[in-house]
């Protein structure tokens, strides 16, 4: 799937892009306790989207890396649709 086709509300979602940037991480609290959040940017040649990675994915990963989200989900957070990995989800760096 492109990036410019993922819409809000959707389920089973599969990207490949680059991320561009990743904000610095911060805490939060959750139902299953205190993790740390930061929001990526990942792109492809058809945009741009914010990506939240999750306590030790925030880690993973650093700009520059090709990653590949697969069965992740889209919701609207701040007036801007985003990608979630999820508990079904996985996220990983994408083969050159």
Known sequence: ???SEIKDGMNDVS??????EISEPREVITKFGTTQVATAK???DTGE???????????????GDKI????GYTKTF????QV???KNG??????A
């Open 84 to 86: 979630n990995v999820g």
């Open 42 to 44: 990942i792109k492809d």
């Open 90 to 95: 996985s996220i990983k760096k994408a083969e």
């Open 49 to 63: 989207i914010p990506l939240s990675l999750w306590g030790k994915q925030v880690d993973m990963f650093k700009v």
């Open 68 to 71: 590949e989200v697969i069965g």
């Open 78 to 81: 701040k007036d801007q649709v």
């Open 15 to 20: 990207v490949s892009g680059e991320i561009t």
């Open 1 to 3: 799937m492109k990036i």
